[in-house]
């Protein structure tokens, strides 16, 4: 703040001559009479005033500068062509042309720095044959026309290379670049620039068909452009396993252990924000490069969609609205309503020919067309797992769509190299059954693989919409194509931190995990572990094979035994047994345990949270809105009429309950809230009393009761799991105050739901006891308290605990003393002491869990650990494959860059019989690919060799006080991530 004024007066100073105030041109040459300056340029570095000759001739190689003229009191806009610069066109010494011709004394040129009118020479030497046509010679003087006979406008090669990488990284539409060039040049509206917009547009559009042409090798193929194959001009990912470059050639023959290294991972999705509206057509508007890179070729495919009726594939399982409205989305005055995509999973690049557009919803004719069409240019055998928000649905009968599709796509392959899984996120919409299927948690060989990184490039594509919304069809495809071109090189170029990241992430959570599962495994008993090991393997072999991972209902439900006693009742009554009231004895305890239900929820409705039970707890809280006042009074109201109902009931069956009430009149007094009142059942009354009451009541609530505690027990953990995915969710995805707020309101609902099932439990479990004659040592059920209502991933005092242990490991071992790069890394794998976070998910936790999960010993419990072991088991195997898929795909992204500079190599050889500039440009271009990606493979082996320092730290941090010290004595041994991290490129190779 204290500069403001220098800085402003040196902008003000600017706007006039500075310090050249003199009467003499710089330039000219000193013997020479001097010429007064006026001009200078404003893209030049030195802003000096030149004289109108000197000027001119200075900028004879710079056409398009901008200049301004001194009036004498202030510099005005001013142009070359106006101080009488010609542009010199085909004579290579820039010299004018002794047979040039005059073409355009007003050619527009659009530049960078605006929109310029100057006036061109064309050369006419030896009958054009030496300069080239027109169009040629603006070409090799690095201007682009418009038009290929007599063209009149052009944009220059740097303006096109400025806008196409705007465009590509800011997503800038044309109209908006086009819009800041013309107010560049005039933003007073005193001197309109010509209007050039659809000339650029039609420049933009082939600069880019030609720039894809020329990376795609085109230029050095005898065949030329119209030699282009489907999908050839797509950047392939080096990543992503490639039999005929980068894998064995017995990878068919790989083991087992090993097999899974050679998946390919792809994934499908559509996007209905890529939407194109009813305008032009493909005969006015084809595309330049339609199917050579990532759209199919559109004719054959229009044809063969239009034939399709209408599909309604799509159900219920799901709650995604983008799939179950696919169908009911607005289609009137679209041409396409979305675009579905295939990449590959694991490294996001779009597949060759893996693009559709969608007619009518997200139909399974479009998708499986984009689906063989990707895979027609995979090995006919490639094992292949598929990520697919609908997969669950979609790949039912896919091999018969596949086979019925045109025989360009037709697609026949064995079902058995196809693994279905959807996306990580996307699976929590879907029934249970869906969850423990199609997860990539279960899935052998997946590794770490999500499958959401579509909606990442779902997401960087948002925001080219709303420009394709209103192209035509060739203008679209060839933009997405562009696009999705740049997407994929970016992928390329960021594969080094890419991989390093997840081998850096890999390495210790393997450790982590691996320990985890071994001290899980050695609690348990050896020949039921063998029995879990058995049945996940059968599973994985047979998905037919009972599910490990599914933990089935524990006991019969509450309703299984209110039928139960229903059937028994019809039975009595129709052996002509007596009965004491129209309501029989199993309906009377039901009817008792409903009012018991009505007492728990308006107790925890108004009171405070986790309030205890009984009639201390019935407080009204004094936070509640009136609405709420209004519903616990109704409830009440309810409630009281119903006990008086009930009593009418408990005469006949229980007297003995109506003297207790005589007795102790303060549980029935009217100042007494109904939730408080006392109902004696049963289970209340000793067994003295239980006797003047009609026989086999304590035998029925007994059977209730533990139909309760299983019941509760189960709401409770899916509770505890719902609350686990808000919390993830509150934190990570909730961003603004109005959606906060709805969150935390369906987290308090949610709590509440807890609390009724928690009280539930504790309930039933009192009664149990009550039944037992008090001994709460005869049941074999825990006391549940707050502490044990948690999820598996929510342990927070063993989390603590574990912290405090690793501090406190940490301090003896002195990781304080080491360097700072091994004491950061290890500072970012040990969470705060202090803070405890929400788990990440599934395939991060460690396995600590509650009672109510793994407690009681039994068969049902024996159910919950063995779900639990073969969760912590996979949990281990997946981290184990990731480290391995990471370590494989570095290999094969080496292996895939140096078979394309090979290749680059070999067009080079292509270019004897051209002319010799001609000649001397293919060989240059193809030097420089081989240069760039020799260059990309060497950065990223730099980059790689850093993550065994890292990998050893994660590695020490199992490791005790006296192991360590042997270690700093002995030898350092090679770990295997060094080994391979230093021979990385010699295997590549």
Same mark, same amino acid.
């Given at each position: 703040?204290?500069?403001?004024?220098?800085?402003?007066?040196?902008?003000?100073?600017?706007?006039?001559?500075?310090?050249?105030?003199?009467?003499?041109?710089?330039?000219?040459?000193?013997?020479?009479?001097?010429?007064?300056?006026?001009?200078?340029?404003?893209?030049?570095?030195?802003?000096?005033?030149?004289?109108?000759?000197?000027?001119?001739?200075?900028?004879?190689?710079?056409?398009?500068?901008?200049?301004?003229?001194?009036?004498?009191?202030?510099?005005?806009?001013?142009?070359?062509?106006?101080?009488?610069?010609?542009?010199?066109?085909?004579?290579?010494?820039?010299?004018?042309?002794?047979?040039?011709?005059?073409?355009?004394?007003?050619?527009?040129?659009?530049?960078?720095?605006?929109?310029?009118?100057?006036?061109?020479?064309?050369?006419?030497?030896?009958?054009?044959?030496?300069?080239?046509?027109?169009?040629?010679?603006?070409?090799?003087?690095?201007?682009?026309?418009?038009?290929?006979?007599?063209?009149?406008?052009?944009?220059?090669?740097?303006?096109?290379?400025?806008?196409?990488?705007?465009?590509?990284?800011?997503?800038?539409?044309?109209?908006?670049?086009?819009?800041?060039?013309?107010?560049?040049?005039?933003?007073?509206?005193?001197?309109?620039?010509?209007?050039?917009?659809?000339?650029?547009?039609?420049?933009?559009?082939?600069?880019?068909?030609?720039?894809?042409?020329?990376?795609?090798? &085109?230029?050095?193929?005898?065949?030329?452009?119209?030699?282009?194959?489907?999908?050839?001009?797509?950047?392939?990912?080096?990543?992503?396993?490639?039999?005929?470059?980068?894998?064995?050639?017995?990878?068919?023959?790989?083991?087992?252990?090993?097999?899974?290294?050679?998946?390919?991972?792809?994934?499908?999705?559509?996007?209905?924000?890529?939407?194109?509206?009813?305008?032009? #057509?493909?005969?006015?508007?084809?595309?330049?490069?339609?199917?050579?890179?990532?759209?199919?070729?559109?004719?054959?495919?229009?044809?063969?969609?239009?034939?399709?009726?209408?599909?309604?594939?799509?159900?219920?399982?799901?709650?995604? #609205?983008?799939?179950?409205?696919?169908?009911?989305?607005?289609?009137?005055?679209?041409?396409?309503?979305?675009?579905?995509?295939?990449?590959?999973?694991?490294?996001?690049?779009?597949?060759?020919?893996?693009?559709?557009?969608?007619?009518?919803?997200?139909?399974?004719?479009?998708?499986?067309?984009?689906?063989?069409?990707?895979?027609?240019?995979?090995?006919?055998?490639?094992?292949?797992?598929?990520?697919?928000?609908?997969?669950?649905?979609?790949?039912?009968?896919?091999?018969?769509?596949?086979?019925?599709?045109?025989?360009?796509?037709?697609?026949?392959?064995?079902?058995?190299?196809?693994?279905?899984?959807?996306?990580?996120?996307?699976?929590?919409?879907?029934?249970?059954?869906?969850?423990?299927?199609?997860?990539?948690?279960?899935?052998?060989?997946?590794?770490?693989?999500?499958?959401?990184?579509?909606?990442?490039?779902?997401?960087?594509?948002?925001?080219?919409?709303?420009?394709?919304?209103?192209?035509?069809?060739?203008?679209?495809?060839?933009?997405?194509?562009?696009?999705?071109?740049?997407?994929?090189?970016?992928?390329?170029?960021?594969?080094?931190?890419?991989?390093?990241?997840?081998?850096?992430?890999?390495?210790?959570?393997?450790?982590?995990?691996?320990?985890?599962?071994?001290?899980?495994?050695?609690?348990?008993?050896?020949?039921?572990?063998?029995?879990?090991?058995?049945?996940?393997?059968?599973?994985?072999?047979?998905?037919?094979?009972?599910?490990?991972?599914?933990?089935?209902?524990?006991?019969?439900?509450?309703?299984?035994?209110?039928?139960?006693?229903?059937?028994?009742?019809?039975?009595?009554?129709?052996?002509?047994?007596?009965?004491?009231?129209?309501?029989?004895?199993?309906?009377?305890?039901?009817?008792?345990?409903?009012?018991?239900?009505?007492?728990?929820?308006?107790?925890?409705?108004?009171?405070?949270?986790?309030?205890?039970?009984?009639?201390?707890?019935?407080?009204?809280?004094?936070?509640?809105?009136?609405?709420?006042?209004?519903?616990?009074?109704?409830?009440?109201?309810?409630?009281?009429?119903?006990?008086?109902?009930?009593?009418?009931?408990?005469?006949?069956?229980?007297?003995?309950?109506?003297?207790?009430?005589?007795?102790?009149?303060?549980?029935?007094?009217?100042?007494?809230?109904?939730?408080?009142?006392?109902?004696?059942?049963? #289970?209340?009354?000793?067994?003295?009393?239980?006797?003047?009451?009609?026989?086999?009541?304590?035998?029925?609530?007994?059977?209730?009761?533990?139909?309760?505690?299983?019941?509760?027990?189960?709401?409770?953990?899916?509770?505890?799991?719902?609350?686990?995915?808000?919390?993830?969710?509150?934190?990570?995805?909730?961003?603004?105050?109005?959606?906060?707020?709805?969150?935390?309101?369906?987290?308090?609902?949610?709590?509440?739901?807890?609390?009724?099932?928690?009280?539930?439990?504790?309930?039933?479990? &009192?009664?149990?006891?009550?039944?037992?004659?008090?001994?709460?040592?005869?049941?074999?059920?825990?006391?549940?308290?707050?502490?044990?209502?948690?999820?598996?991933?929510?342990?927070?005092?063993?989390?603590?605990?574990?912290?405090?242990?690793?501090?406190?490991?940490?301090?003896?071992?002195?990781?304080?003393?080491?360097?700072? &790069?091994?004491?950061?890394?290890?500072?970012?794998?040990?969470?705060?002491?202090?803070?405890?976070?929400?788990?990440?998910?599934?395939?991060?936790?460690?396995?600590?869990?509650?009672?109510?999960?793994?407690?009681?010993?039994?068969?049902?419990?024996?159910?919950?650990?063995?779900?639990?072991?073969?969760?912590?088991?996979?949990?281990?195997?997946?981290?184990?494959?990731?480290?391995?898929?990471?370590?494989?795909?570095?290999?094969?992204?080496?292996?895939?860059?140096?078979?394309?500079?090979?290749?680059?190599?070999?067009?080079?050889?292509?270019?004897?019989?051209?002319?010799?500039?001609?000649?001397?440009?293919?060989?240059?271009?193809?030097?420089?690919?081989?240069?760039?990606?020799?260059?990309?493979?060497?950065?990223?082996?730099?980059?790689?060799?850093?993550?065994?320092?890292?990998?050893?730290?994660?590695?020490?941090?199992?490791?005790?006080?006296?192991?360590?010290?042997?270690?700093?004595?002995?030898?350092?041994?090679?770990?295997?991530?060094?080994?391979?991290?230093?021979?990385?490129?010699?295997?590549?190779?």
């Amino acid at each position: 703040m204290p500069y403001r004024d220098e800085y402003l007066a040196e902008f003000l100073r600017r706007e006039g001559r500075g310090f050249f105030t003199g009467d003499r041109c710089p330039a000219c040459p000193a013997g020479s009479t001097g010429r007064r300056p006026a001009y200078r340029c404003l893209d030049c570095s030195s802003l000096e005033l030149l004289c109108l000759e000197c000027c001119v001739s200075a900028h004879a190689r710079h056409p398009l500068d901008v200049i301004e003229r001194w009036t004498g009191s202030c510099f005005v806009r001013s142009s070359l062509r106006d101080l009488g610069l010609r542009v010199q066109l085909g004579n290579h010494s820039r010299t004018p042309c002794p047979n040039s011709h005059c073409a355009n004394e007003s050619f527009v040129v659009v530049h960078t720095n605006g929109i310029h009118r100057v006036a061109v020479d064309y050369c006419q030497c030896v009958d054009g044959v030496d300069a080239g046509s027109y169009r040629q010679q603006l070409l090799r003087f690095g201007w682009y026309p418009a038009t290929h006979d007599t063209p009149a406008t052009a944009c220059t090669f740097r303006m096109l290379e400025h806008f196409h990488l705007a465009t590509l990284q800011g997503k800038i539409s044309a109209y908006d670049y086009y819009g800041a060039l013309e107010k560049l040049t005039d933003n007073t509206g005193l001197s309109p620039s010509p209007d050039r917009y659809r000339s650029v547009l039609r420049i933009v559009r082939e600069w880019r068909h030609l720039k894809m042409v020329k990376r795609g090798g &085109r230029g050095h193929d005898e065949s030329g452009v119209e030699g282009t194959r489907a999908g050839e001009l797509a950047v392939v990912c080096p990543a992503c396993p490639d039999p005929a470059v980068n894998l064995p050639d017995d990878w068919e023959n790989a083991p087992k252990e090993r097999g899974f290294l050679y998946r390919l991972f792809v994934a499908f999705d559509a996007c209905f924000r890529l939407k194109r509206r009813l305008v032009s #057509s493909e005969h006015r508007d084809p595309g330049l490069g339609c199917g050579w890179s990532y759209f199919v070729p559109d004719a054959i495919y229009r044809k063969w969609v239009s034939t399709q009726g209408e599909q309604k594939e799509i159900n219920t399982c799901t709650g995604l #609205s983008a799939v179950d409205h696919a169908n009911d989305r607005v289609q009137a005055g679209y041409a396409s309503t979305a675009a579905g995509l295939g990449l590959c999973s694991r490294h996001e690049f779009v597949g060759r020919n893996a693009v559709v557009d969608l007619q009518k919803g997200e139909r399974y004719c479009n998708m499986d067309w984009a689906f063989a069409s990707m895979f027609k240019h995979q090995h006919p055998r490639q094992p292949t797992v598929v990520s697919y928000d609908i997969a669950c649905q979609w790949h039912r009968n896919l091999e018969a769509r596949l086979a019925a599709l045109p025989p360009v796509v037709r697609l026949i392959v064995p079902s058995a190299i196809f693994w279905y899984a959807i996306p990580k996120l996307h699976i929590h919409s879907h029934i249970v059954k869906c969850q423990i299927t199609y997860s990539f948690e279960w899935l052998a060989g997946a590794g770490r693989t999500d499958g959401e990184g579509i909606e990442r490039a779902w997401a960087n594509m948002g925001p080219v919409c709303t420009s394709t919304r209103e192209m035509g069809p060739g203008s679209r495809h060839d933009t997405l194509d562009d696009h999705w071109g740049y997407w994929n090189w970016q992928k390329l170029v960021g594969l080094g931190k890419s991989l390093k990241k997840k081998l850096v992430a890999s390495i210790p959570e393997r450790i982590k995990h691996q320990a985890a599962f071994d001290a899980f495994t050695e609690s348990q008993e050896a020949r039921d572990v063998e029995e879990w090991r058995a049945m996940v393997l059968a599973f994985e072999a047979d998905a037919s094979s009972p599910n490990p991972y599914h933990l089935p209902k524990s006991g019969l439900t509450e309703a299984d035994v209110r039928l139960n006693l229903a059937r028994h009742d019809a039975e009595l009554a129709a052996s002509g047994a007596p009965s004491l009231h129209n309501v029989t004895p199993s309906g009377f305890i039901i009817a008792g345990l409903d009012l018991e239900e009505q007492q728990r929820r308006i107790r925890i409705e108004g009171s405070g949270p986790w309030a205890a039970a009984g009639a201390e707890a019935s407080r009204l809280r004094t936070n509640l809105t009136s609405s709420q006042e209004t519903d616990i009074t109704q409830l009440r109201t309810r409630l009281t009429r119903n006990i008086t109902r009930f009593r009418t009931l408990q005469a006949t069956y229980m007297p003995a309950a109506l003297r207790l009430l005589e007795n102790n009149p303060t549980a029935a007094a009217s100042t007494v809230q109904p939730e408080d009142v006392a109902l004696y059942l049963p #289970s209340a009354l000793m067994a003295e009393q239980l006797r003047g009451c009609t026989a086999g009541l304590a035998e029925i609530e007994d059977k209730l009761r533990d139909a309760q505690c299983a019941s509760a027990l189960d709401s409770l953990r899916t509770q505890l799991h719902i609350k686990s995915r808000y919390l993830t969710y509150k934190q990570f995805e909730s961003r603004h105050q109005a959606m906060a707020t709805r969150t935390r309101t369906l987290i308090t609902r949610n709590e509440t739901k807890i609390q009724l099932h928690a009280a539930k439990y504790q309930d039933a479990r &009192r009664a149990k006891i009550g039944l037992a004659g008090g001994d709460a040592s005869s049941i074999a059920l825990r006391e549940l308290t707050r502490n044990d209502c948690r999820c598996m991933e929510d342990s927070e005092e063993v989390e603590r605990r574990a912290r405090r242990r690793e501090a406190m490991h940490a301090r003896r071992r002195g990781l304080e003393a080491r360097d700072r &790069r091994e004491g950061a890394i290890a500072e970012r794998e040990r969470p705060d002491s202090d803070t405890v976070g929400v788990g990440h998910g599934e395939g991060t936790r460690v396995v600590s869990v509650s009672w109510i999960w793994n407690g009681a010993d039994n068969a049902d419990v024996r159910d919950a650990l063995r779900v639990e072991w073969a969760k912590a088991w996979s949990r281990a195997r997946r981290w184990e494959e990731e480290v391995l898929l990471v370590k494989e795909e570095m290999r094969r992204v080496l292996v895939s860059l140096e078979h394309r500079a090979q290749g680059w190599i070999g067009r080079r050889e292509g270019a004897g019989d051209l002319e010799a500039a001609h000649a001397e440009g293919v060989r240059a271009f193809a030097d420089s690919q081989v240069l760039v990606l020799r260059g990309i493979a060497q950065k990223f082996k730099d980059v790689w060799s850093e993550v065994e320092v890292q990998g050893e730290s994660a590695g020490m941090e199992e490791e005790g006080e006296e192991e360590e010290e042997e270690e700093e004595n002995a030898p350092a041994a090679r770990t295997v991530e060094e080994e391979f991290m230093e021979n990385l490129y010699e295997i590549a190779v």
